[in-house]
Nanobody, 122 residues
Framework: QVQLVESGGGLVQAGGSLRLSCAAS????????MGWFRQAPGKEREFVAA???????YYADSVKGRFTMSRDNAKNSIYLQMNSLKPEDTAVYYC????????????????WGQGTQVTVSS
């Protein structure tokens, strides 16, 4: 069992930056691929970024070049540095963990956090 707790959300003006964190419980953190997803009001949850056990990163086209995902295995944590934020980035951001093989951008992750709100004003 893995528990995930996000933090770092908030209100920021367009063009600003935020850094999200996700702390994971459990001693097998290094075995998981970790992902960030987001869900805007009235929209489906969508993939934002992911990082594999070996540190390879993947990004949605909409955030590529603006967002950077990283992991610190010693702290059982992942991070999402978000720069040049746009109003369309407004959403609840969720971190997720998976230890199964599959499409890394899909929603088929085993564990999910409770989410943190990011609001970007224009």
């Amino acid at each position: 069992q893995v528990q995930l707790v996000e933090s770092g959300g908030g209100l920021v003006q367009a063009g600003g930056s935020l850094r999200l964190s996700c702390a994971a419980s459990g001693r097998t953190f290094t075995m998981y691929t970790m992902g960030w997803f987001r869900q805007a009001p009235g929209k489906e949850r969508e993939f934002v970024a992911a990082i594999t056990r070996s540190g390879n990163t993947y990004y949605a086209d909409s955030v590529k070049g603006r967002f950077t995902m990283s992991r610190d295995n010693a702290k059982n944590s992942i991070y999402l540095q978000m720069n040049s934020l746009k109003p369309e980035d407004t959403a609840v951001y969720y971190c997720a963990a998976r230890n199964t093989i599959g499409v890394i951008t899909s929603l088929q992750y085993n564990y999910w956090g409770q989410g943190t709100q990011v609001t970007v004003s224009s």
